[in-house]
């Protein structure tokens, strides 16, 4: 099983699926079990806003990293190139990489729960995030909504590929206008 590579076996990709949602579940055991009444209404709140900038995290690193930064533009430009391949960053690197640009973070500056509820909604909109690419990749859809998902993003591939950078929303496009009128 290889641990730092671009691309991954079926098995790596499953166990970076079943991580993510387990951190998601130990978090909201988390939450649920250690925070007050009070407690639990910031946690929603705070896990609301970590899922939501999740969003605008997706699309700014999809666009001004995954396609304007050595090395990734690289590694992203072979994603472009063999569309269905498994090739995602490794497990190890995106955990790291959460921990420290998110939780740290937030630990630092709200505390321990907050750090836990804002995390939290990141990784839901991260796990998101990881299921819709690979289900806009290598599933045929029956939702209408997953169906515009595979559209635009098909396009992002194909077209120009400065356009249709969000894989879960187009409301950032929409805001940026990074959005072709085909």
Known sequence: ???????????????????????????????????????????????????????????LLHRFVLHGLQPFKSWHREHHRRPSALICLPTLLSAALLLILVFFPALFLFGLLHACALTLGVLIGYLAYTIVHHGIHHWHMDSPWLRKRKRLHGLHHRVDQHSYYGVTTSFWDNFFGSVSHL
């Open 1 to 59: 099983m290889k641990v730092f590579s671009l691309e991954q076996s079926k098995v790596n990709n499953i166990v970076d699926f079943t991580f993510y949602w387990l951190c998601v579940v130990f978090l909201a055991v988390y939450l649920l079990v250690n925070a007050s009444p009070k407690q639990l209404v910031e946690s929603l709140f705070l896990t609301l806003v970590g899922l939501i900038s999740w969003t605008a995290i997706e699309y």
